[in-house]
DNA sequence: GTCGCTTGCCAC
DNA sequence: AAACGTGGCAAGCGAC
């Protein structure tokens, strides 16, 4: 579908305007047209938009926003087909916030979803969407802006005039651009998976709003955190500047003095170097190695956590992450600035670590977090698309599921939670999800090799529905791959397209699973939102979800909560969900009435 | 000074 | 035959 025959325009006339609107009300062979917003920055709060543009196959129109803001809103009112942008959002929410035109959610579409939902494993970017399905020669575009913008030196997104030919006319191939690539994958995605598209822009929305109400700092607490772990972390590195001359963040010098010290380093890092992570410190009993491991933790809380509560808050003490419900190739979601899925969990061996999730609180006075996760989802799903007997069975039935699948693993009715055992099990089976070899199993489980390949050889005896599971997605994969070109699975509540990446069509399994249970979720934020909990919601954590509800709402928002979670009808097994309560992250007791 | 790469480390 | 998956982020360091 290449790009002859197109126009583009610059509103500058009240002419202009006329011919505009004649094209507007031109019958076309699509049932929509695209849009697309040029702002000075990314920051919704602190940034405008300067330039809107609409598009069809054949013209785009871009307008400077000060001059024809209600040429645009006009557009937005009176067109009476859906609208196509890539990455919308964005786009959406800047024109609500900076231009206060509200368009309906449900006449919104989005390449960029389109495009993850075909090809999870590319960029959906729209150069290189663009590139490949539209023209080549569009990805120049960008090039010869970036060019011109360089050449004057000032300019900036926020500065360059509108009239300006190069920045006009990008603006304006860019909604053409955009309406093509719909005019591609519209179809296709609708004939393929139209399910896992229609979640993801419902879930878009909810998501947005999560992204406005924020999580809430205990400001004072993080920064007397701070504070005290910095002091640790500029104190020990002045000692081990003095003692030993090397720069506490320079992992070459510090192995040169271990080195000196007699000690040697075996384990090498990937790019062939001798490592120094915590796992060789920990083996080092000198002074140095161990002031380096404590000043490494102290400092990742502080300067990956405690510095973005402290110095990113807003009037009200809350942060507001981006939360990005299509950042992965399986469809799980992730987070940024700061990304709030991997705050540390309280552990032994890292003290300090308790610190970071306590001081995420409620915001209200008498208010409380609720976090409802799910119970070992992964597994559940693992028992599920393998329809194995045995592993269904280890869920219906009452008690543990790891308890139940140890006393058939070693042949003991009397094994009990506390079994030191219960652990062993658990590591071989997400290590059988991963697809890890025995070899990764024993480390990660802390086994030899031979007791690795016994739980292994174990497991499959009990559980043979496992095996041809993993078998029968890889006969799959490989026959796709022979016919199609293209290692693929799809996912059985959406028909989402799995994609094996650099040969390694194992992780198929690991993506179904993992995709499935991100989906899940997906639909269970969907489902909170429709029993009134959307505007409480915090934060996804992909089996999780935390929410900040005023005390009076606790009672039902949990029980609102735990029916939106639990489900008996998707799966063969049933998914379940347990609440926990506290007024911080990190201190939180399982609900009870 | 900025950029990109490497190393290491946090979560599910 | 060979093989743990998905992410975000900060510091150090060499290159431009």
Redesign the pocket.
């Known amino acids: 579908m290449p790009l002859t025959d197109v126009q583009l325009h610059y509103i500058d006339s009240l002419e202009e305007v006329m011919n505009f609107k004649r094209w507007l009300g031109e019958r076309r062979e699509i049932n929509f047209i695209s849009s697309d917003t040029e702002t000075s920055g990314l920051s919704l709060e602190n940034d405008r938009v300067r330039m809107i543009q609409f598009g069809d196959l054949h013209h785009g129109w871009a307008m400077a926003r000060d001059e024809w803001l209600g040429v645009a809103r006009d557009t937005f009112k009176t067109y009476e087909g859906d609208f196509v942008f890539h990455n919308a959002p964005f786009d959406v929410g800047f024109l609500r916030d900076s231009c206060q035109i509200n368009i309906p959610t449900h006449r919104v579409r989005c390449t960029m979803v389109r495009s993850k939902v075909l090809e999870p494993h590319m960029s959906a970017a729209l150069k290189q969407q663009a590139t490949r399905y539209v023209d080549a020669v569009a990805a120049g575009s960008q090039k010869k802006l970036d060019e011109a913008l360089g050449a004057r030196g000032a300019w900036t997104w926020g500065t360059v005039p509108c009239e300006f030919e190069p920045y006009w006319s990008y603006a304006a191939l860019d909604a053409v651009l955009t309406a093509h690539l719909e005019a591609h994958h519209g179809p296709l995605v609708e004939a393929e998976a139209p399910k896992a598209y229609d979640l993801e822009m419902t879930v878009y929305w909810v998501i947005e709003r999560m992204e406005r109400y924020g999580a809430h700092i205990d400001v004072k607490y993080a920064r007397e955190k701070y504070d005290a772990f910095t002091r640790y972390v500029e104190e020990s590195?002045d000692w081990i500047l003095r003692t030993y001359g090397v720069?506490?963040?320079?992992?070459?010098?510090i192995i040169g003095v271990l080195t000196e010290a007699g000690y040697r380093f075996n384990k090498m890092?990937?790019?062939?170097?001798?490592?120094?992570?915590?796992?060789?410190?920990g083996d080092i009993d000198h002074p140095l190695a161990q002031t380096v491991?404590q000043r490494?933790?102290l400092?990742?809380l502080?300067?990956?956590y405690l510095?973005?509560f402290i110095n990113e808050v807003d009037a009200s003490d809350c942060i507001h992450?981006?939360i990005?419900s299509l950042?992965?190739?399986?469809s799980?979601m992730?987070?940024?600035?700061?990304?709030l899925?991997?705050?540390?969990?309280k552990?032994e061996n890292?003290p300090g670590?308790d610190t970071i999730r306590n001081s995420i609180t409620t915001r209200y006075d008498g208010g409380r977090l609720l976090m409802c996760?799910f119970d070992q989802i992964e597994m559940r799903l693992l028992a599920h698309l393998s329809a194995d007997h045995g592993l269904i069975e280890a869920f219906r039935s009452e008690g543990d599921f790891f308890v139940n699948v140890a006393r058939q693993m070693f042949d003991d009715p009397e094994f009990k939670k506390s079994d030191p055992r219960r652990q062993l099990v658990k590591n071989s089976q997400?290590?059988q999800?991963?697809?890890?070899?025995i070899?990764?199993?024993a480390?990660?489980a802390g086994v030899t090799e031979d007791v690795a390949r016994a739980v292994f050889n174990r497991l499959h005896q009990l559980y043979p529905g496992v095996r041809k599971f993993q078998k029968s997605v890889?006969e799959v994969a490989w026959g796709r791959f022979n016919t199609e070109g293209q290692a693929y699975v799809r996912s059985p509540l959406t028909n989402r397209r799995h994609v094996a990446?650099g040969g390694?069509v194992?992780?198929l399994v690991?993506?179904l699973i993992?995709g499935t249970a991100a989906e899940v979720l997906k639909m269970k934020i969907l489902a909170a939102d429709a029993a009134g909990l959307g505007d409480y919601l915090v934060v996804p954590?992909?089996?999780?979800l935390i929410i900040d509800v005023p005390g009076d709402m606790v009672t039902d928002a949990a029980h609102a909560l735990l029916k939106s979670m639990n489900d008996t009808e998707l799966f063969s097994v049933p998914i379940t969900a347990s609440v926990s309560v506290g007024e911080r992250w990190g201190s939180k007791e399982a609900w009870s009435e």
């Open positions: 590195a720069k506490a963040g320079s992992n070459a010098a890092t990937q790019g062939g170097a001798q490592a120094l992570d915590k796992e060789v410190l491991l490494r933790q400092q990742k502080t300067s990956t510095s973005h992450p981006s990005n950042g992965t190739r399986t799980r992730s987070m940024s600035d700061p990304n899925q991997n705050l540390p969990r552990s890292n670590a996760d997400y290590a999800i991963y697809g890890a070899g070899p990764k199993f480390k990660t890889d990446d390694k194992y992780a690991n993506y993992q954590v992909h089996d999780e």
